[in-house]
């Protein structure tokens, strides 16, 4: 019971402070306080205003936002969000843009299970509707799945991934953001070994933790620090009554945004004090730069506790993926396996969540793959978050992978397979030596 009691703690603790912000710019907005203006009454509005909605925004799953596109043809499209297959921990959607015809490229966008929702990839997903049909996995929050679906730990997660792959075909390439990189990496030679004509053409690999210990970071040091039984009982907690997952462990999405943000504590309260300040002052708007980024990072979800457990213990303490060990529903998995997938990686030169060296490693995995078919990039400048969003990923990271995709676009058994093209690595910024 210590477990859920904590749960609704927090629960408690986070209605009450969206209530106290609720209230105080209630009353700082009583028409009466007009009669006397205040500096401080408008303070206490401003700050109502920001606490309600910061508290507000913990609790719900942001949308994804995007609803028309502008195509070659200069016509606006509209944008259907479809649901391919649905599970009970995820779901295969397709943003499918109504009216235009199916491109060839296909991609399969596989979004952390890190605490955030899918729709952190938002701007990810926008950029590459353009040229390709893009799929994404949307993960469900934790505390509304029914305890009777049973377990999800990264073995699930893996299958879940060979489910997808299978689904959309043997003429997909897919990208894998952050920490699904080595079970997506794990999946793909799961495919090879076990179903090869089911296979991805490419898959590119950003900023994941393939090897941790290949470049240590805060991140790492945790994983190493912290034992198996603290993390039970400091991270783990049972969904309270008020949600469907009744009863489930989770390591509640609560919990992990304060641990995002004692990251970077001295950041976000300047950043919040800043934008007080901005609302007393009329100068805020509901859509400015600090709401669009906050309303994003803000909405936590829980995460199944086997999977964030198995997580740290059989890919960061063991390294399982990294000493090629990993075993999915009893079958050891072989890396080397992958012979006929092309694949690169992207890492940030200054990432501090996973460093650069943690996922190439990837590369020096795939034994069984010709140097071809291997390529990497370092991107100068770029933080985690700024490989797959932003201005490094929209000018120069993606158009790599773009080419990357092109170079490795046809089946291994048809006859363009040969072309010279296909003998050189796909960018200049290869793995190969």
């Known amino acids: 019971m210590k477990y859920m009691a904590t749960y609704d703690l927090m629960e408690t603790m986070r209605n009450t402070n969206q209530w106290l912000g609720a209230t105080a710019k209630s009353m700082a907005s009583y028409p009466m306080f007009s009669l006397v203006p205040n500096p401080a009454l408008q303070w206490l509005g401003a700050w109502g205003e920001v606490t309600e909605r910061t508290f507000e925004r913990i609790v719900a799953k942001p949308d994804w936002g995007l609803h028309s596109f502008t195509c070659a043809d200069g016509r606006d499209h509209l944008i259907n969000v479809e649901t391919v297959l649905k599970r009970p921990f995820g779901d295969l959607i397709h943003f499918n843009v ?35 049909e893009v799929y994404i996995t949307d993960w469900h929050n934790a505390r509304d799945i029914p305890v009777s679906e049973g377990k999800f730990d990264i073995e699930d997660y893996t299958l879940y991934l060979v489910d997808f792959m299978r689904e959309l075909g043997s003429d997909l390439h897919v990208i894998a953001v952050c920490q699904p990189a080595p079970l997506t990496l794990a999946a793909t030679a799961y495919l090879a070994e076990q179903d090869p004509d089911a296979q991805p053409r490419s898959l590119t690999l950003i900023g994941g933790p393939i090897d941790p210990n290949a470049n240590a970071t805060d991140v790492t040091d945790f994983g190493h620090r912290v034992t198996m039984g603290q993390l039970q009982e400091t991270a783990i907690q049972r969904v309270g009554f008020k949600h469907k997952g009744v009863g489930r462990k989770v390591y509640p999405g609560l919990l992990q945004l304060t641990s995002f943000m004692s990251m970077n504590s001295d950041r976000h309260s300047k950043a919040f004090s800043d934008q007080i300040m901005r609302v007393a002052q009329g100068e805020a708007g509901d859509h400015d730069a600090h709401n669009r980024f906050y309303d994003e990072y803000l909405a936590v979800m829980d995460m199944p506790a086997e999977f964030y457990l198995s997580t740290v213990e059989r890919i960061f303490k063991n390294g399982e993926i990294a000493r090629n060990e990993f075993v999915v529903d009893g079958h050891k998995i072989d890396i080397g396996a992958i012979t006929t997938v092309a694949v690169k990686t992207v890492e940030g030169a200054k990432d501090d969540i996973s460093a650069p060296g943690q996922c190439i490693a990837a590369l020096d995995l795939c034994t069984g793959l ?26 120069n990271i993606r158009p790599l992978v773009l080419e990357f995709i092109d170079a490795n676009c046809d089946a291994p058994n048809a006859k363009q397979a040969v072309r010279p093209v296909a003998k050189k690595p796909a960018n200049k910024n290869t793995a190969a030596k």
């Open 370 to 395: 010709p140097d071809s078919k291997k390529a990497s990039h370092v991107e100068p400048d770029a933080g985690h978050y700024g490989i797959f969003a932003g201005r490094s990923w929209r000018d």
């Open 98 to 132: 109504a009216g235009r015809e199916p491109l060839k490229r296909k991609i399969l966008l596989v979004a952390p299970m890190s605490g955030h929702y899918a729709t952190l990839l938002r701007s990810t997903v926008r950029s590459l509707m353009r040229d390709a």
